[in-house]
């Protein structure tokens, strides 16, 4: 079967419609999963017995299910539930932002726990409250050692919409499959796809890498 090249560069428009929504869902979702998961990663590492239970109950509620159950729990079954009608699109960054959360909570539990006591004790001997001393000496060092699995789960996040196909999200993936139907060029529609992703990929980690080596702490 020989590779057309002029059903990718025709495809390229529409994927490229595609990736932009690919990124969205991903942007907003980490910034949702990311106030979740400091604030149950932080439950977890420093808060009462209660706080810290009921934040892993969460964390292994969100990991012990695959994210594809989570979407279509939101978007077919939450609405029997409760009477509101859920778009598409925001059952993804919904998800998004609960099962990355889920994620970035163990990352905010490991970095916290991370820095050496002797820093909290150096805040608090200079008259900084338990509250003071968290958000300006062990939260700043803990963002730097988060930087790294942060970028990792952005990635992971991105790659993740393809699994929204299941709820007619017009993310990349579905884009292709949509490509295909009107083409039958599934080798070269495929492939673009494929370069797509791998093209958001590698530049976000080149991006995550140097900032990685600006913040770096020992």
């Known amino acids: ?24 869902i991903s942007i907003l979702g980490l910034c949702g999963g990311l106030i979740i998961g400091v604030i149950a990663g932080l439950a977890r590492a420093i808060g009462d017995w209660f706080s810290s239970h ?80 968290l958000r300006y000496v062990i939260m700043p060092l ?6 790294p699995p942060l970028g990792n789960q952005w990635i992971i996040s991105i790659k993740d919409t393809s699994l929204f196909i299941v709820i007619g999200v017009a993310e990349l993936t579905r884009q292709g499959q949509e490509i295909i139907a009107g083409n039958f060029r599934a080798m070269e529609t495929w492939t673009a796809v494929a370069v797509v992703y791998l093209v958001i990929t590698q530049a976000l980690s080149f991006v995550m890498r140097r900032l990685e080596k600006r913040m770096k702490i020992l």
Do not use: C, D
């Not at 590779?3 to 990124?23: D, H, M, N, Q, Y």
């Not at 803990?142 to 930087?147: C, G, N, Q, S």
């Open 54 to 133: 009921v934040a892993l109950v969460f964390i292994e509620l969100i990991r012990g299910t695959p994210i594809v159950v989570q979407v279509m729990f939101i978007y077919f079954a939450l609405p029997l539930m409760v009477p509101v009608r859920i778009e598409p699109v925001t059952a993804a960054v919904v998800t998004i932002m609960i099962n990355s959360g889920a994620y970035i909570a163990e990352i905010t539990r490991g970095a916290v726990q991370s820095i050496h006591s002797g820093f909290r004790e150096a805040g608090l001997a200079l008259g900084l409250s338990r509250r003071e001393t």
């Open 142 to 147: 803990a963002l730097r050692r988060m930087l």
């Open 1 to 24: 079967m020989q590779f057309e090249w002029s059903a990718v560069w025709s495809a390229l428009p529409i994927l490229l419609e595609g990736a932009k929504l690919t990124l969205w």
